[in-house]
Structure formats: structure tokens, C-alpha cells
């Protein structure tokens, strides 16, 4: 992914208001960032836990989408979880379905689109090896090469994007 400024990253939002973006925390390492190894940028505002913030890479360039997550809940249940954009396996809390207000009038009167994705985010981490999931799951091998599963999981997550954009 190429390097985003903040105001490149402000001005990308679809879906809020202008103030809204205005407003929204950057993340305090965005300085810092390897660009190098994300296929998009995903942050948790650092003073709202329930939002969380992603920008895409898409063909007429990037787009911001404003997502929110349920409130976490302590469970005591083993389960496990596949994120459906790097189909990473995470056991417990890994995996969270983080839900978006449509663009436009469908979002105002509050239609969205839900998608299951790492909770941290980091679904670029997790696919060049770079993050581990959390707990004793057996990563499962796959035949396709790195190439093939980002092409795979932005595919995916540029659907989810232009769900949201289409309103």
C-alpha cells in the first residue's frame, strides 16, 4: 500500500459526515507505519474502543470506511473464528464482526453491512507471517502462493467497500 498522509486519509471517509472525519484519532504510531507491508490500513480509535477505522486501496483511489464493533463480552466457551478477508483461523475474541454504516442516505437512515475480520485488523500481518493468531490453533497450510492470497483477501474486502460505497 502507498503511504497516506492525514489529511489523504480524512478525506477519504464515505461513509460520515466531514466533521465526523475531522474528528476521528489517528493512530499514534501513523508516523511510524511500514506501509510496505499492508494491503490496507486498519486502526481502533484510540478513544472510542467500539469504532474502528479502515482505508482501501481501490481503483479511483483511496477510500475511508467507518466500522463498528460490539462491546467485547467475556466468554469462557472455546470457539474459534475464520476472518473472511484473510481467512486467518483465531481462537476466542480474534475474530469480531465489525458492521458499517452504508454511504450516503442508506446509512443515514441506518442501513449497514456487517464483515467478520481480525479484530486487531492486521489481516496484511497475518498473511505474510508477520503477526501470529493468538491461542493453540494449527494455522492451516495453504496451496496458494502470498501473491494469490492477497489478491484473495482484497477481492473480498474491495467487495465489502463498494457495498458500503453503493449505499
Not at 478513544?47 to 477510500?63: C, K, N, S, T, Y
Request: hydrophobic share 40%; with cysteine.
Amino acid at each position: 500500500m502507498e503511504a497516506l498522509t492525514e489529511p489523504q486519509i480524512r478525506a477519504a471517509f464515505v461513509n460520515c459526515s466531514k466533521g465526523e472525519a475531522a474528528r476521528i484519532k489517528m493512530p499514534l504510531d501513523l508516523a511510524v507505519t511500514a506501509w510496505r507491508d499492508l494491503d490496507y490500513f486498519g486502526w481502533a480509535d484510540p478513544g472510542a474502543p467500539q469504532r474502528a477505522l479502515m482505508v482501501v486501496p481501490m481503483d479511483e483511489g483511496p477510500v475511508g470506511v467507518l466500522l463498528r464493533r460490539p462491546e467485547s463480552r467475556r466468554t469462557t466457551a472455546t470457539r474459534s473464528s475464520m476472518c473472511q478477508v484473510c481467512f486467518t483461523g483465531h481462537s476466542a475474541d480474534g475474530v469480531t464482526l465489525f458492521v458499517a454504516p452504508l454511504a450516503g442516505a442508506a446509512g443515514r437512515q441506518g442501513n449497514s453491512v456487517g464483515l467478520y475480520l481480525c479484530s486487531d485488523l492486521a489481516c496484511s500481518l497475518y498473511l505474510r507471517g508477520k503477526r501470529q493468531p493468538r491461542g493453540r490453533l494449527v494455522r492451516q497450510e495453504e496451496t496458494l502462493s502470498l501473491d494469490e492470497r492477497v489478491d484473495r483477501a482484497m477481492t473480498n474486502l474491495r467487495g465489502f467497500v463498494k457495498r458500503v460505497v453503493a449505499g
